[in-house]
């Protein structure tokens, strides 16, 4: 299964509303990510987990709360976002041995409107 | 971490080879050279990578200059399914600060 899942594919939320994405992987990958994509921009890293520990923030606002409840899911939890978060969210996963081959697996992505 | 450069745009002609340029002449000596794509609205997907050899797999060939400066993507017969943006990306290879830092990429489009 080299497959990297996330859901929902499309959500539509208020400024006051409470979201959460989800993200999963079954590759035994031990390094996760969020990226945040924006119309004909390229992906902008925004949080990195290393074996379960939040190893890297990209200065990304508290409105964003990310959570890697174990080793093959990555939450990322959004409150009180504005329309300019409006973006398409996308997760990755790669092993973190140099052993290993490094590539990583990117989902489709869910596709964020803030209204 | 290392940047890189890419022309914004590219066309090709179907059934002939693609050749995408990048630049990274600040390039470190433990940074490996990666390629991925996005096509339209889909996830970036991975293509090769290589650190200093010359790599081919089934999806595509790497060349990487001697002095590891600059690399060339080939797609050696491109079909209309290659039509997607292709980043350059240098990296380190794995341990905890193993991040993908996306550049603007090259639009390629595989014309009829």
């Known amino acids: 299964d080299t497959e990297v899942t996330q859901t929902p594919k499309h959500l539509v939320m208020g400024m006051t509303n409470k979201k959460s994405l989800k993200c999963e992987q079954h590759?035994?990958?031990?390094?996760m990510y969020w990226y945040k994509q924006k119309a004909k921009k390229p992906p902008e890293l925004m949080f990195v987990y290393s074996y379960e520990k939040l190893s890297i923030n990209e200065s990304v606002p508290s409105r964003f709360s990310p959570e890697c409840p174990n080793s093959s899911l990555l939450n990322l939890h959004l409150h009180a976002l504005q329309p300019e978060d409006s973006a398409l969210y996308l997760c990755a996963s790669s092993p973190l041995k140099v052993r290993e081959n490094t590539e990583a697996f990117f989902g489709q992505g869910t596709r964020l409107t803030v209204v | 971490d290392a940047k890189t450069t890419q022309p914004p745009s590219m066309d090709c002609a179907e059934g002939r080879a693609a050749n995408l340029p990048c630049n990274h002449s600040?390039?470190?000596?433990?940074?490996?050279v990666y390629w991925y794509r996005q096509i339209h609205s889909q996830g970036p997907q991975y293509i090769i990578h290589g650190l200093k050899n010359n790599e081919t797999n089934e999806m595509a060939s790497l060349i990487i200059t001697e002095d590891r400066k600059s690399s060339t993507l080939i797609l050696p017969h491109a079909t209309l399914r290659d039509t997607a943006v292709y980043y350059c990306i240098v990296s380190p290879r794995g341990g905890a600060t193993n991040k993908l830092i996306f550049g603007t990429g090259t639009l390629l489009a595989v014309q009829p």
């Open positions: 590759m035994g990958h031990r390094a």
């Open positions: 600040t390039i470190s000596g433990n940074e490996y």
